[in-house]
């Protein structure tokens, strides 16, 4: 017989059944915590992404069916992405602000079969400009290339004002130029729109996890890199400086992307506002689960769950994942 050992405090106890370990859970994920995002096309076709198993390009009617589809699984939020056709493409992106372009008439069709879907617009110029830039870019006298802020910024504004005007509840700038947030607020709130939400990327890393997306819009830069715009990864005390100025200049809602490998930024800024705050788990977090599941290494459902449960845990209040049909369909299940 083994010696009993003298221990009043096991913490085991508060583990030793399901219910128990329902009574003790901190964390709990819901399908209303996800933003479902979403590629479109100007086709008839839903094309399936190769660098994005299980997602696809959307056609409007692909689109709407497929909200519908997350909307049983209750979901209630989605964001969009575009695929522009190259010709639409100039150096100053001014597809983005087209009235008939493609993200307009997906927000309305959307609207129209789900008016509570919140719909999310993404704010940046890198799938409309030539230069696969998410600003406008010019060559400076030595040669090296320059992505210029205020004179983006002003078309960021005419692009959330042309999202406002189509019906989006949110704008959400992911083009990390300096004043951007303010100059938004100050543009929909002029055209009336001052129930229009700002979704701010507000920590955005200079990430290789946006590998898979670039592939699937045709977005990477055709020149240079991001890394004059979005963060460096090593720093984390200018997240918290970007946090200062987006909740000052109006934004409703901060996200810090990429989420899994960002976790404790999420948790500082979690911290240091008020505001909500989202996390995006990016495409390259999205494939690396997908692939590893593809050869039997990992459970899918599993490890998807523990990655997003993850993020919540360190203080995200809303998580964008291509997950989040699959996932709130499971929650709801079970
Ligand atoms: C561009 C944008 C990117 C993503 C969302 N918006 C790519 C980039 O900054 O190059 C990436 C999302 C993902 O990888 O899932 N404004």
């Not at 128990?20 to 590629?39: A, H």
């Not at 709407?64 to 964001?79: D, H, I, L, P, Q």
């Not at 690396?288 to 845990?313: F, N």
Request: one cysteine or more.
């Amino acid at each position: 017989m083994s010696q009993r050992l003298n221990l009043p405090i096991r913490p085991r106890r508060n583990r030793k059944n399901a219910a128990v370990r329902g009574l003790s859970r901190e964390t709990v994920l819901t399908p209303q915590d996800l933003i479902y995002p979403l590629f479109i096309h100007e086709d008839e076709s839903d094309d399936a992404i190769e660098s994005m198993p299980g997602c696809h390009r959307w056609s409007l009617a692909g689109l709407v069916k497929e909200v519908g589809e997350a909307y049983s699984a209750g979901v209630r939020a989605v964001v969009f992405f575009p695929k522009i056709e190259e010709e639409l493409k100039t150096s100053k992106g001014e597809e983005c602000f087209n009235p008939d372009g493609l993200v307009p008439r997906a927000i309305k069709a959307v609207k129209e079969a789900y008016p509570d879907v919140v719909v999310i617009t993404d704010v940046a110029l890198d799938p409309y400009n030539s230069d696969g830039h998410d600003g406008i870019v010019v060559e400076g006298d030595d040669g090296e290339l320059k992505i210029l802020n205020d004179e983006t910024v002003e078309v960021l504004c005419r692009q959330a004002l042309c999202h406002a005007d189509a019906g989006a509840d949110i704008v959400s700038p992911s083009d990390m130029m300096d004043g951007r947030v303010g100059a938004i607020r100050a543009a929909l709130d002029s055209a009336g729109h001052e129930d229009v939400s700002i979704l701010s990327y507000t920590a955005k890393y200079a990430s290789a996890y946006y590998g898979p997306f670039r592939g699937a819009l045709d977005s990477a830069p055709k020149a240079g890199d991001k890394k004059t715009y979005q963060m460096d990864p090593a720093n984390s005390r200018e997240a918290l400086r970007e946090a200062d100025l987006d909740v000052a200049e109006g934004a409703d809602m901060l996200m810090v992307k990429p989420a899994g490998p960002y976790l404790d930024i999420v948790r500082l800024i979690r911290d240091a506002v008020d505001v909500p705050v989202a996390a995006y788990q990016v495409s390259g977090e999205y494939l690396m689960i997908k692939s590893a599941a593809k050869d039997g290494w990992v459970d899918e459902e599993k490890v998807a769950m523990e990655s997003l449960l993850g993020i919540k845990r360190a203080g995200a209040d809303m998580i964008l994942t291509y997950f989040a049909k699959d996932v709130a369909a499971r929650l709801g299940a079970s």
